[in-house]
């Protein structure tokens, strides 16, 4: 069975930086696009970068410049690097994978979210 568990969430002042990991695990034979998602409170779940298998990436506009995704393949892992911190960004963060696995081709899997508070 294939699961994700994220890490490296908490709380940050304003102006500050946090970096979440997500690694897949289980049988996975590869993994598409993977990616990071968020979630504040009253607000619907929202894209917030992925990255191609290659290495393509494309960001929501509120975090261009601020926050960078990266993925080593190896290690089934995905990062998001995030700077400049701001209030706005308080949500609760789940990766994403599209894991191609033995008893199916690509499905899509989520963490179980991990939350990031940005306040003084």
């Known amino acids: 069975q294939v699961q994700l568990v994220e890490s490296g969430g908490g709380l940050v002042q304003p102006g500050g930086s946090l970096r979440l990991s997500c690694a897949a695990s289980?049988?996975?034979?590869?993994?598409?696009?993977m990616g990071w998602y968020r979630q504040a409170p009253g607000k619907q779940r929202e894209l917030v970068a992925i990255?191609?298998?290659?290495?393509?990436?494309n960001y929501a506009d509120s975090v261009k410049g601020r926050f960078t995704i990266s993925r080593d393949n190896a290690k089934n892992t995905v990062y998001l690097q995030m700077n400049s911190l701001e209030p706005e960004d308080t949500a609760v963060y789940y990766c994403?994978?599209?894991?191609?696995?033995?008893?199916?081709?690509?499905?899509?899997?989520w963490g179980q979210g991990t939350q990031v508070t940005v306040s003084s």
């Open positions: 289980g049988i996975i034979l590869n993994i598409n696009t």
């Open positions: 994403n994978a599209d894991v191609h696995s033995d008893s199916y081709y690509y499905r899509s899997h």
């Open positions: 990255i191609s298998s290659g290495g393509s990436t």
